[in-house]
């Protein structure tokens, strides 16, 4: 159960905020620059949060620690090479959010002598590290609809592709699966914190070390 104290709230809100709204930039970004200018036209290349931002996704993200975040609208037609202009630009968005965990950990671990362990910026720059690294490894677990399942697609060859596509709705049933287990497993049992959990705890060793 997430911790519902205030403070935390606070920062588990803006962490999350900044992630969700740099991830979907990310996206809209780099598919600009590969010749997708869907999200541009959109209004989309911006990094305002209020046009990323799913806001029932969000509430759900800070007070449960799931819900849809916001989305990026990609089409891999109108980019000069479809498949690997498609790649850049749905691996963009972990990319940016394992990038935002690494400058963030280097601050909390440069700072980390003079910050008060139960104070606001302490618990910020924490949300910070552990959030994106969440995002990052979250989303590119090969299951639709996450970009991981995209990037898989981008990357096989067209054989294999094609059956993946098939195979998108069996692999969303599955995901949904995983989602409802994760509230209802123990954490030695648990798929989704055993796949996540270790990485980040050898990250958050590592900073804290």
């Given at each position: 159960?997430?911790?519902?104290?205030?403070?935390?709230?606070l920062?588990?809100?803006?962490?999350?905020?900044?992630?969700?709204?740099?991830h979907?930039?990310?996206?809209?970004?780099?598919?600009?620059?590969?010749?997708?200018?869907?999200?541009?036209?959109?209004?989309?290349?911006?990094?305002?949060?209020?046009?990323?931002?799913?806001?029932?996704?969000?509430?759900?993200?800070?007070?449960?620690?799931?819900?849809?975040?916001?989305?990026?609208?990609?089409?891999?037609?109108?980019?000069?090479?479809?498949?690997?202009?498609?790649?850049?630009?749905?691996?963009?968005?972990?990319?940016?959010?394992?990038?935002l965990?690494?400058v963030?950990?280097?601050?909390?671990?440069i700072?980390?002598?003079?910050?008060?362990?139960?104070?606001?910026?302490?618990?910020?720059?924490?949300?910070?590290?552990?959030?994106?690294?969440?995002?990052?490894?979250?989303?590119?677990?090969?299951?639709?609809?996450?970009?991981?399942?995209?990037?898989?697609?981008?990357?096989?060859p067209?054989?294999?592709?094609?059956?993946?596509?098939?195979?998108?709705?069996?692999?969303?049933?599955?995901?949904?699966?995983?989602i409802?287990?994760?509230?209802?497993?123990?954490?030695?049992?648990?798929?989704?914190?055993?796949?996540?959990?270790?990485?980040?705890?050898?990250?958050?060793?590592?900073?804290?070390?």
């Amino acid at each position: 159960m997430l911790s519902l104290d205030p403070l935390d709230l606070l920062a588990r809100a803006i962490a999350l905020l900044v992630a969700m709204t740099v991830h979907e930039f990310a996206h809209v970004y780099v598919a600009y620059r590969m010749g997708d200018r869907t999200g541009a036209d959109q209004g989309r290349l911006t990094l305002n949060p209020l046009v990323h931002i799913n806001p029932i996704g969000f509430l759900m993200g800070v007070l449960i620690g799931f819900g849809i975040l916001g989305s990026a609208p990609i089409n891999p037609y109108r980019m000069r090479n479809p498949r690997w202009g498609y790649f850049a630009a749905v691996g963009a968005g972990p990319l940016s959010n394992l990038l935002l965990a690494i400058v963030f950990a280097v601050v909390l671990r440069i700072f980390l002598p003079s910050l008060d362990f139960g104070g606001l910026l302490f618990n910020l720059l924490f949300m910070m590290v552990y959030l994106n690294l969440l995002l990052a490894l979250f989303n590119i677990i090969p299951l639709f609809p996450l970009d991981g399942w995209s990037v898989m697609l981008a990357l096989l060859p067209p054989d294999m592709a094609r059956w993946w596509q098939r195979n998108q709705q069996t692999s969303m049933y599955l995901f949904y699966g995983l989602i409802l287990l994760s509230f209802v497993a123990p954490p030695n049992l648990n798929p989704l914190s055993l796949l996540i959990g270790g990485p980040i705890n050898f990250f958050l060793r590592v900073v804290f070390s």
